[in-house]
């Protein structure tokens, strides 16, 4: 069973409980006399339709300290649940009137940190925080226990802000986390010969795609560090494997696609788009205030200062090309 973290799982200090409720004076004052440890015994004798998640037994809403705590947890923690589980967890927050108690959960992390620091995994769904190393970690463990039920395209994404996060916070991922974010190089050679064995594995169409495929890398060079077409690479290939039914052996004979692209441990250098020139990130970063003063465009210079590569890249994409032509001659391409 895929670990999911409540009251009665994953908790044993509940120290994740407690970083989520500690903003909000409300929800403090309900869970205040809650026993959630002396009352495992008696939970683990609930019928299943005592629980949001029947099938797994998991968020209890019996009561509505345990209702309060089961939203708590889902919003905070469990990337993935099926859209049953939060109707199921909606009607329990109406049967037990506690609309008022659970109004600002979507604000917590707001209130414990200045807005323009809120930053999740999954920004869409606001979900799994990430405001300090702690919780930066514990949204790659989140991840790496649900990213198996996110789609490919979210799924590198949600890594891909864990990694800006753990940047920024100085955090150390694991290496898995780090190519799920696609934040590292591929090695084409690897990419060819797990292509050339799907390609063995499946017939017809879709077999011949993925020797077109491999046929087309095998030209490529030995190390690529091209994160979007790389993740777009990826979704070719996850798409091919659902017709050809290979992902029954993801983790087990097949890597799945992003692991079969991002399959090296070197971090990949992040680059802008110059012209057509990939140039480093910090190289932009790194240049004199003048120079983005004499292209007219000095608040570029303010982005670099901040030190976020993920915000610099964004800004300049939105730099016209005209600009980029002259920065690329300044820069010698």
Not at 285 to 296: A, I
Request: glycine content about 4%; overall charge negative.
């Amino acid at each position: 069973m895929k670990k999911i973290v409540d009251q009665y799982n994953g908790d044993p200090t509940f120290s994740y409980l407690h970083d989520a409720v500690a903003s909000n004076e409300e929800v403090r004052e309900v869970l205040k006399t809650a026993s959630f440890e002396e009352k495992k015994a008696e939970v683990a004798r609930l019928p299943a339709h005592a629980f949001a998640w029947e099938d797994e037994r998991r968020f209890p809403v019996h009561t509505p300290e345990d209702t309060v705590a089961s939203v708590l947890y889902r919003e905070k923690l469990n990337s993935y649940v099926p859209r049953q589980v939060d109707d199921k967890l909606a009607k329990a927050v109406d049967m037990f009137s506690l609309h008022n108690v659970l109004v600002t959960l979507q604000k917590t992390a707001a209130v414990a940190q200045p807005a323009t620091n809120l930053s999740y995994a999954l920004p869409l769904e606001q979900r799994l925080p990430m405001h300090n190393a702690v919780t930066v970690k514990m949204a790659e463990r989140v991840l790496l226990s649900d990213y198996k039920y996110l789609p490919l395209l979210k799924r590198a994404e949600a890594f891909s802000n864990v990694y800006q996060a753990a940047k920024k916070h100085d955090v150390e991922l694991k290496p898995i986390s780090m190519k799920l974010a696609g934040a590292t190089e591929c090695d084409t050679t690897f990419v060819t010969d797990w292509l050339d064995a799907r390609t063995a594995a499946s017939v017809g169409a879709v077999s011949e795609s993925f020797d077109k495929l491999a046929t087309a890398f095998r030209g490529k060079p030995g190390l690529i560090d091209d994160r979007d077409s790389l993740v777009k690479l990826a979704a070719t290939i996850q798409a091919l494997d659902e017709k050809a039914g290979l992902e029954k052996y993801y983790d087990n004979k097949l890597p799945d696609p992003l692991l079969t692209v991002f399959n090296t441990d070197k971090v990949a250098t992040e680059t802008c788009d110059v012209a057509g020139l990939a140039v480093p990130c910090d190289q932009l970063m790194s240049l004199d205030p003048q120079v983005w003063d004499q292209v007219g465009m000095p608040e570029i210079a303010e982005v670099a200062q901040s030190g976020d590569v993920a915000v610099f890249k964004q800004v300049f994409d939105t730099v016209p090309m005209d600009i980029k032509v002259v920065l690329k001659a300044q820069l010698g391409g």
